[in-house]
């Protein structure tokens, strides 16, 4: 794409990641961002998120398209395919959130539909088809496609890759985690609308991070990335299992997803990374990938990062001070957040995709991340149904 002067951004979704992609892309520098458009699926919230942030509220996609540069989709996953293939034939750049698609059953599924029940090969074939396509849309049409894992910026991260490229490292093993007491999106918890539980929610972040190191170091190595094979894996239910005792701090209404999930993946090269992922964590939120390689060690803390501690021995003086995601109480010890947005890595994920669909170049989180970590994600939900047997993961 030509370097535009101005880059012209069109949002779809005007929930949670809406609010905080509105926050990153005022603070690009370098590159004028105009915030051009919202559209989302109801009138009501579209007009109140266009009128709180200043902007020209759509209709559609469609509608928004002739008026914008990049498309920046913050709807549920079910939605995500069509934004990008939308955006990409109009020749539009593209930032997706994650995951960037999934298997939701079959069209006009209502609550009959039981994702954790349906056959798992079945929909690792369609997801690759939906991969596919998605590949095909956005490669042929030429179009940026910044993929917004945000692990992948975390400052933590980004030291790592530094680390791993300049010393030549062989990472051995990682480990990684995303996990909390549940998400406040009132359709996650439905496969049809999220295509998948902790796996899919949760588990691509921490996935997303090892998989881009794998590829950094064989980039860094021979120009060659490393990619995931095999993976084996196991989900549970455990807030729906007959026993479970609520206590009233985790959430529970959940319709068809795993609560808790673990993949062990293996990399072309024999080495390997095991990932976690729940949603039966308190205390805030726990994620991390830690790094053991043939000459270092590193623990990279995307939240929290350790950077404040504050006691506060009565919750409502802290009533209008935000500490940190997700964290249940304002009482006693917890560890703020001074900013979020930069420490999880939102605000470089924003600046890069910017930068890149002004320029042309490539975004650190582009389509074959994306790509890689879904197709990951779903043979390990096929392996889940076999009891955990290594699964091929098919390669785009
Ligand atoms: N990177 C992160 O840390 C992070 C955090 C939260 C959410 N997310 C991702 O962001 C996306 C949105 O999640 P959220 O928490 O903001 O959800 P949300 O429920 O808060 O907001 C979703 C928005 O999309 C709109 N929407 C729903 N269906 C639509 C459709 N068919 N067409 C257009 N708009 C539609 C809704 O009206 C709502 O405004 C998901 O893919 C989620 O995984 C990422």
Same mark, same amino acid.
């Given at each position: 794409m030509a370097v535009t002067k101005k880059i012209r951004v069109g949002i779809v979704g005007a929930g949670f990641a809406a609010g905080f992609h509105i926050e990153s892309l005022r603070r690009v520098y370098g590159f004028e961002v105009e915030l051009a458009g919202v559209t989302s699926l109801r009138e009501e919230s579209r007009s109140k998120f266009g009128a709180e942030h200043g902007i020209r509220v759509f209709d559609s996609v469609e509608a928004m398209l002739e008026h914008i540069d990049v498309l920046d989709i913050c709807s549920p996953p079910y939605v995500h395919e069509d934004g990008i293939l939308a955006a990409a034939s109009a020749g539009v750049g593209i930032i997706c959130e994650k995951p960037l698609t999934g298997c939701f059953g079959?069209? $006009?599924? /209502?609550?009959?539909?039981f994702g954790n029940h349906a056959d798992k090969k079945q929909m690792l074939e369609e997801v690759i088809g939906r991969l596919k396509r998605i590949a095909k849309a956005v490669r042929d049409n030429n179009v940026v496609l910044g993929y917004a894992e945000n692990y992948v910026y975390a400052p933590s991260i980004q030291k790592e890759r530094e680390i791993i490229e300049k010393t030549g490292a062989q990472v051995l093993r990682m480990v990684g985690e995303e996990s909390h007491n $549940?998400? /406040?999106?009132?359709?996650?918890?439905i496969w049809r609308f999220a295509g998948g539980g902790a796996l899919m929610g949760k588990a691509c972040h921490p996935l997303g991070g090892v998989l881009y190191l794998k590829e950094t170091e064989g980039l860094a190595r021979n120009g060659q990335a490393i990619r995931p094979v095999s993976v084996s894996a196991r989900v549970h239910e455990i807030t729906r299992l007959e026993g479970y005792r609520d206590a009233g701090f985790i959430r529970t209404?959940?319709?068809?997803?795993?609560d808790y999930g673990i993949m062990h993946v293996v990399f072309d090269d024999g080495t390997v990374a095991d990932v976690i992922a729940s949603e039966?964590?308190?205390?805030g939120l726990t994620d991390y990938v830690e790094v053991f390689a043939n000459n270092h060690r590193t623990l990279c803390r995307i939240?929290?990062?350790?950077l404040v501690d504050t006691f506060n021995p009565?919750?409502?003086?802290?009533?209008d001070i935000y500490t940190i995601e997700?964290?249940?109480?304002?009482?006693?010890?917890s560890p703020a957040a001074p900013d979020e947005n930069f420490t999880v890595g939102y605000h470089a994920e924003m600046q890069d995709f910017i930068s890149c669909v002004a320029t042309g170049s490539s975004p650190q989180a582009g389509l074959d991340l994306a790509l890689d970590t879904i197709a990951t994600i779903y043979a390990a939900y096929l392996s889940n149904e076999t009891g955990g047997i290594d699964t091929e993961v098919p390669r785009l």
């Open positions: 079959p069209a $006009g599924a /209502g609550d009959e539909f $549940g998400s /406040g999106s009132p359709v996650y918890g209404d959940y319709h068809d997803i795993e039966l964590s308190l205390g939240s929290p990062t350790n009565r919750g409502d003086q802290y009533e997700k964290i249940s109480t304002k009482e006693g010890w």
